[in-house]
């Protein structure tokens, strides 16, 4: 989300750094001429048997005078490199200014969604009101830039001049800031805030927001127990089901990309030219990387279409780069659940248009016509132009036809349960590590040859065994409780049928230990 995360900490390392090399200190030498004597200093000869410290200190100083020498010709580089011209915003691209205004209206949508909020009475934790806090003060410094990053123009001096990279980098630190609290808010109060969103394109920031917390939550815990990453899979695969019918555009539209993407992948000419011989070797090195069996280009095009699918699911989208053509997977950027986008077709006529390259135009062209989803017709001046097959368009229609709940409404239900979801994951890794231990030996008492009620002890086995699996899968923590308390009834009922457990045993207590540890968690939460 950070537009100039990549290029400001660099550019600020290199900006604040500038300063007079002749700068004189009080005994009028300068501060170019003391670095020079102590440079001397330091480079006489060793002796002989100089220590290791000695030694470790020469290497240093060493490796700190290149250092200082290749900073000092960066620097001079930079000065010689700088637009002459005050008027020059080259660097205040358009595809900056997009993004910057997108995430300036996300910002600004969560404000008044947590005003309107407030004026409601919901209430907020006294770490969510400082949240709330941070979140304003830095959108009110973005919103004090805005004439400068949308217009090029100086806010405080109302110059338009570009004065270097600061301003940007200041940009670049109030929005990462931004982004990290609307992070927090939305995983505080997903269910609050997500109905009350209002333009869908929005939703692409949250949407990714969502589907990183399962990646990363998954990937946190899953070499702690086997039950909570099929949880995290049924938490996917619910998610992708329950956006299907809203997401029905974004899917056309991936799938589309995907096509034309793994088909130039596949169809890359002039890189099986480039290569010739050792074209084989390339292949069977990238199959290595990639952790795939594949042996000829169609092969790579068919692996590489799968993994792609595979990896977006329905909530990530797929790019392709207009100039080098390559596949970039992005969170979602189109109206999400909206009707039929022209924008869409009109970007990718302009990719097609752009290629240069006869054998990308061919793999292009070839894809469109194996497409479900597009077609080439001729407009009123003979042109031909993209446009939507009828059987896509049929597919976006019924999408929007569902009676009585509109598409941004199941594709905010489903992500507010989804996010949701991942507030239980805590208290699901809790459960693994406080009381799998104890269902285990459970289990391994039943395999016992020599239990006295071998069918008791099975039974208990299976019920504890079962309930773990079920609250793995609970996607509330009430319905977690009841699936707790139906556990204990069942188990009660076996242990009147025992002449040894009649008092429920360890099970019991074990069961009553996990329905107070729910109970914990819901007095924290709610």
């Known amino acids: 989300m950070n537009i100039f995360s990549s290029t400001s900490h660099a550019s600020i390392v290199t900006g604040f750094n500038f300063h007079k090399l002749t700068e004189t200190n ?9 670095q020079i004597q102590e440079q001397t200093a330091h480079d006489r000869p060793l002796e002989p048997n100089a220590n290791k410290l000695d030694q470790a200190m020469q290497k240093y100083r060493e490796k700190q005078l290149a250092y200082n020498l290749d900073h000092q010709s960066e620097i001079q580089q930079a000065d010689q490199a700088a637009p002459t011209d005050p008027h020059d915003t080259t660097a205040l691209k358009e595809k900056y200014r997009d993004t910057v205004q997108s995430h300036l209206s996300t910002y600004q949508e969560i404000s008044d969604i947590l005003r309107a909020l407030e004026q409601q009475g919901e209430h907020f934790s006294s770490g969510l ?9 830095s959108l009110a410094k973005i919103e004090e830039q805005r004439p400068y990053l949308l217009e090029g123009q100086d806010p405080e001096s109302g110059k338009t001049e570009f004065s270097d990279i600061k301003t940007l980098a200041k940009y670049a630190h109030d929005d ?50 086997l039950h909570l990453v099929q949880s995290m899979a049924t938490t996917r695969a619910a998610l992708r089901m329950e956006t299907k019918d809203a997401l029905a555009e974004s899917q056309v539209q991936a799938d589309i990309i995907n096509l034309l993407g793994t088909a130039i992948e596949s169809f890359d000419q002039p890189k099986i030219d480039h290569k010739k011989h050792g074209f084989r070797h390339w292949l069977k090195k990238e199959a290595n990387h990639l952790g795939m069996h594949f042996k000829t280009p169609e092969q790579y095009g068919e692996k590489m279409a799968n993994h792609i699918k595979s990896e977006t699911g329905l909530l990530l989208d797929a790019e392709m780069d207009k100039k080098s053509l390559l596949l970039h997977i992005t969170q979602k950027n189109g109206a999400v659940g909206a009707q039929p986008s022209e924008g869409f077709l009109l970007n990718l006529q302009d990719t097609y248009d752009s290629i240069d390259n006869k054998y990308e135009k061919l793999a292009f062209s070839e894809a469109i016509d194996a497409s479900e989803h597009i077609q080439w017709t001729t407009n009123i001046d003979g042109k031909k132009t993209l446009s939507y097959t009828p059987s896509a368009l049929k597919k976006l229609e019924e999408a929007h036809a569902t009676p009585g709940v509109s598409a941004q409404d199941k594709l905010q239900m489903g992500l507010s349960n989804a996010v ?4 239980l994951i805590p208290l699901k890794k809790s459960l693994i590590t406080s009381f799998q231990p104890q269902v285990d030996q459970l289990q391994q008492k039943a395999s016992h040859p020599f239990h006295l009620e071998n069918h008791i002890a099975q039974g208990k086995a299976e019920i504890t065994s079962n309930l773990m699996n079920d609250l793995m899968l609970s996607t509330d923590a009430q319905s977690m409780q009841e699936k707790i308390v139906l556990a204990a009834q069942i188990h009660n009922e076996l242990c009147q049928n025992s002449l040894t457990a009649k008092n429920g045993g360890t099970t019991a207590i074990l069961l009553d230990d996990m329905y107070k540890a729910v109970s914990r968690y819901r007095s924290i939460s709610d």
């Not at 009101?129 to 003060?137: A, G």
């Open 420 to 423: 949701d979801d991942m507030k």
């Open 176 to 225: 990462y800031i931004c982004e990290q609290k609307v992070n927090n808010l939305l995983e505080a109060k997903a269910d609050k805030i997500l109905p009350l969103v209002n333009d869908m394109n929005h939703l692409s920031l949250l949407s990714k927001i969502t589907k990183d917390h399962i990646a990363n939550t998954s990937k946190t815990v899953e070499h702690d127990s």
């Open 129 to 137: 009101q400082q949240e709330i806090s941070e979140f304003r003060d």
């Open 26 to 34: 009080k005994n009028g030498v300068s501060s170019e001429k003391r």
